[in-house]
């Protein structure tokens, strides 16, 4: 038998939905800072006064691939997951008096989950908006549920099982009226869909980079500047 008919077939990677490999440039870029780089950048000695401005180009870099305003309204997570949840508790904290949330049926478990625990132990009404045969939300049914009782929409801007792109702009549109903050899970969508979020009504933006090609373990939330907002961890500063 010859050595062609042995060999194991070569892999194919279709799964980047879930998560895409780190990119070299993006290794070589981090490899400083778990060496010679290591430094606290709150420090004020020369090794970790270094580090700052990395952090803050980082920062920079995010603004611009999200076309957001200002740097500011950049935060920096964990990943999709600490980004969903944070933007969900500060909402329902920032507005206590509002009982209400709005989702969709299709949404990423780091949103579901998040809504069924605040409805069976706290007590909120969740509506969960369905969707159609081809993964479309139904509209109809989310301009009912809007109202001032609701403090929070949570819809996904791409879908991460189908690929069907919600539209986000309309709905956050449609929510402002009553005063409701907009959270759009966007994992899968930044970086294939162009966003310019300085003109945009959509007030909190969760992203992961490992679906972009970026290291596991990181994420951000985008922060429209001047939303209420309430931390989901207190202490440390960075």
Known sequence: MSAATTASPRAVYLDNNATTPC??????????????????????????????????????????????????????????????????????????????????????????TVCEFLAKHEGYTVHVIPVN??????????EKALSDRVALVSIMWANNETGTIFPIEQLAQMAKPFGILFHTDAVQAVGKIPLRLSNSAVDMLSLSGHKLHGPKGIGALYLKRGIKFRPLFRGGHQ
Do not use: C, W
Request: proline share 4%; hydrophobic share 40%.
């Open 133 to 142: 045969d081809k993964g479309q939300l139904d509209l109809d049914a989310y």
């Open 23 to 112: 990119a070299a440039e993006v290794v070589a870029e981090m490899l400083p800072f778990f060496t010679e780089q290591f430094g606290n950048p709150s420090s004020i000695h020369s090794i970790g006064a270094g580090v700052g401005p990395r952090i803050q180009k980082a920062r920079e870099q995010i603004q611009k691939l999200l076309g957001a305003a200002h740097d500011t309204e950049i935060m920096f997570t964990s990943g999709g997951t600490e980004s969903d949840t944070t933007a969900i508790y500060s909402a329902i904290r920032s507005l206590p008096e509002r009982r209400e949330i709005i989702t969709s049926a299709v949404e990423h478990h780091a949103v579901l």
